[in-house]
Structure formats: structure tokens, C-alpha cells
């Protein structure tokens, strides 16, 4: 019973830690027939597909449907347009950065077969995204037609719950709940499946590495480094060009993030931080609260420009694994489904591994390439998800700005030097 406690009170990320290096032991000691533990990682990975299309629906909806709608306005629908903007600048940084270093290049996985490819064209593609048949498109496991139905969903609820009519408001505010609800249920869900993940993890690793040998090192270093760079971009130039057209101190910006900072990096969840990345756009930043309490749950919701950077590299990273070469309308469509997985991901760890299988079957990369991140994901999510929380509380400020939503008496403003 003891021994049972402790195993359950002991971090995730450290047993998924563990699993993986075990992994690596396990695959160079036993070699190729370690094929034999497949099935338990393979068990895994049915879990995580599992929980993708409910998980992203009735959190979306849910995400969307806390809004309230008064308070979009101008500044909001500023933010709104800024996100999408910074997201696809996003994951333009990940995408060159992959081109240019080809973190997969000369590793192979035996046997790899690609995804089955969808795409005719970018302009075919972007239309199939609006589902004719939303039911239809969540039994086939179409992610982005679910994720735009899903907003579409939760913001005609959000108008709703401020009806008028006290029957309307009623019913609204009922289904809300019941969507409040299942989204905590989703993510007891997620943390049961992250409790196979040391195990699934174990198993996979250790196929790959029996199968490859120690081939697979130097690939990770060049993600987790390109990762690295591709953030340090975003946030030390997309994001400190937005404070300064904004006429805001970077300087003291980010001494007023810190905090929130900090929090995602640890955490690997921009929902779990969200209070303290609220408590600095008010305390430290002195944002009208009319502007943030609107922006930053959104933000957490739909604005992830890590993981936009990280679907974009990924999808790189698995195109050099089956030496595929993708065109011009490709690499398009490949930016349109990475910033809108970006969007589909639950602001919780690991979420962003998940969505992988959006962006990964728009252009048909083999998703055996998951399974393999699993393994590095705890070091992937750090980073990209300070850089969304970043990302949120940068575009708030800037548009603070603008709109002269900001009291310059308060917090790092009043600061002396
Ligand atoms: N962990 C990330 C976040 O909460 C989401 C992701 O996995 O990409 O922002």
C-alpha cells in the first residue's frame, strides 16, 4: 500500500523519464528482438488517439464558450487577429529553421510507411476543413473540421449564456456546465493515459533503439536545439518588435513575466499558469482587467506559438525520416494544420505530442515518428510552452497599449530603475 502511494505521488515526467532511459538500456542490451514488447507500446498510442478527438472538442468548446462576448470589442478583436498573425509566424521560424538543419536527416526507422496522404491542393485542403458534417468528421477522425465546428459551438454558447430571454440564459448556462464538467473529466482522462506513458514510452524506445542503435542521439540534440532557436526567435524578436512598435520597455516587459514564465516552464500548462500569468498583467503590468480577463484565457485557449513551432519542426524531422521532399503547396498546407493544432491543443503537458496527428496527415508524414518524440516531449513542452504563455501576455500588453488599457503608476512601470 505504501509502496503503491509513492509510485502514484511520484511525478509523471520523472517516471517518463525513467521509462525512457530504461528504454534505451533495454533496446541496446536485448537488440532487435525487444520487437517483442511492441504491443505495450502500441497500447499507448491507442490511448492517445483515443482521447484526441473528445479532448479537443469539449475542451475548445468549453475554452470558448468562458468568453464573454461584451468585452471582444476592437481591443479584443485585435488580440484575436494578432494571434493568428504571431502563430503563423510561428511556425514560418519552425518550418525554415527545420529546412535549413534537417533534424532527421540520416536516421531511418525500418519498416516506416508514410500516413495515408489527404491533400489535392492548399486551396482543396482548406476547404475540407469546414465539415459538411461535423459527426461525420469527428467518426473520421478529422481533427481541424472538428476544432472549427468546436469554436463555432462554444462561441454561439458564449452569446447564449448573456441572453436576454431567462430561458435561454438558463439552458445555455446548464450545457456550459456539462461541458465544464466533461472538460475535467478529459483531463483526469489525459492524466490516467500519462500514467501508461512511462511503460508505452519504455516500449517504444527500446523497439527504436534495438531496431537503430544509438542513431537516433544526434537527430534529438538537432530538435531539441532547433526548438530551442526557433523560441528564442519568436520571443526575443517577434514578440520584443511587437512591444517596441507598441512604444512598451521590453526590458521591463519581460521582468514582469518572469513570473508566468517560469510557472509554464515548470508546469508544461499554460491553463495551469493562467492564474499567474493574470495576476502579472495585472499587478505587474497594471492591464485593465476588462482587457486581460478576456485575452488571456483565450490566449491559453487558442494561442500557442511554441506549439506551432514544435508541430512545424516535428513535421520536418519526420519528412527527413522517410527522406520525403515537400513542395511549396505542401509546406503551406502544413503551416495552415500546425497553427490550427496549435489551436486544438489543451493548454495541459503533452498535449501539443497528441495533436502531432493533425499536422502529421495533412501531408501525409508517418505518425510512427510520435512515439519517438514521446520520449523527449517533457524537454519540448517546457519550451514551447513558456513561449505560449509568453506569446499571450506580449500581444496583451501591445494592445493594452494601443488602446490605452494600461495604468503606467502601477507595478514595473512605477519601478525605478
Ligand atoms: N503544454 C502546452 C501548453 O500547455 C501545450 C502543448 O503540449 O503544446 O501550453
Do not use: C
Not at 493568428?84 to 532527421?104: D, E, N, Q, R
Not at 516535428?314 to 495552415?336: N, R, W, Y
Request: glycine share 8%; charged share 15%.
Amino acid at each position: 500500500m505504501g509502496f503503491w502511494r509513492s509510485y502514484l505521488q511520484f511525478p509523471v515526467i520523472y517516471k517518463i523519464a525513467i521509462g525512457f532511459v530504461l528504454g534505451i538500456v533495454a533496446g541496446l542490451l536485448v537488440g532487435p528482438p525487444i520487437v517483442a514488447i511492441k504491443p505495450l507500446g502500441d497500447l499507448f498510442i491507442r490511448f492517445l488517439k483515443m482521447i484526441v478527438i473528445p479532448l479537443v472538442f469539449i475542451t475548445l468548446v468549453q475554452g470558448a464558450a468562458s468568453i464573454d462576448p461584451k468585452k471582444l470589442g476592437l481591443a479584443g478583436t485585435l488580440v484575436i487577429i494578432i494571434y493568428i498573425i504571431t502563430s503563423f509566424i510561428a511556425v514560418s521560424i519552425g518550418l525554415a529553421i527545420g529546412l535549413a538543419t534537417h533534424p532527421g536527416k540520416g536516421f531511418t526507422l525500418p519498416g516506416v510507411k508514410p500516413s495515408t496522404p489527404k491533400p489535392v491542393s492548399f486551396v482543396q485542403t482548406a476547404l475540407s476543413w469546414i465539415p459538411t458534417n461535423p459527426i461525420g468528421a469527428m467518426a473520421k477522425f478529422q481533427v481541424i473540421p472538428t476544432i472549427i465546428f468546436a469554436l463555432l459551438f462554444g462561441l454561439a454558447l458564449a452569446f447564449l449564456r448573456v441572453s436576454e430571454d431567462p430561458r435561454v440564459k438558463e439552458a445555455a448556462e446548464v450545457t456550459y456546465k456539462v461541458f465544464d464538467a466533461s472538460a475535467e473529466i478529459m483531463y483526469k482522462i489525459v492524466k490516467f493515459v500519462l500514467e501508461i506513458a512511462p511503460y508505452g514510452v519504455f516500449a517504444l524506445i527500446a523497439v527504436v533503439i534495438g531496431k537503430t542503435g544509438y542513431s537516433i542521439f544526434i537527430p534529438y540534440l538537432k530538435l531539441i536545439g532547433d526548438e530551442a532557436l526557433a523560441i528564442t526567435i519568436q520571443i526575443g524578436v517577434v514578440y520584443t518588435t511587437i512591444l517596441l512598435i507598441a512604444r512598451i520597455n521590453p526590458i521591463k516587459f519581460f521582468k514582469a513575466a518572469t513570473e508566468p514564465m517560469f510557472t509554464a516552464f515548470v508546469t508544461r500548462s499554460s491553463s495551469g499558469t493562467l492564474p499567474v500569468t493574470m495576476r502579472a498583467a495585472d499587478e505587474k503590468l497594471g492591464i485593465d482587467r476588462g482587457l486581460y480577463s478576456f485575452t488571456l484565457p483565450l490566449g491559453a485557449t487558442i494561442n500557442m506559438d511554441g506549439t506551432a513551432i514544435y508541430q512545424g519542426l516535428v513535421a520536418i524531422f519526420a519528412a527527413d525520416i522517410i527522406g520525403k521532399h515537400l513542395t511549396a503547396s505542401q509546406l503551406a498546407t502544413l503551416a495552415t494544420a500546425a497553427v490550427m493544432a496549435s489551436v486544438g491543443t489543451a493548454g495541459v503537458p503533452s498535449a501539443g505530442l497528441i495533436m502531432l496527428t493533425v499536422t502529421l496527415t495533412s501531408v501525409g508524414l508517418p505518425l510512427a515518428v510520435i512515439p519517438l518524440i514521446a520520449g523527449i516531449d517533457v524537454i519540448l513542452d517546457m519550451m514551447r510552452t513558456m513561449n505560449n504563455v509568453t506569446g499571450d501576455l506580449a500581444v496583451t500588453t501591445a494592445t493594452a497599449k494601443a488602446f490605452k488599457l494600461i495604468d503606467f503608476s502601477r507595478g514595473v512601470w512605477a519601478e525605478k530603475k
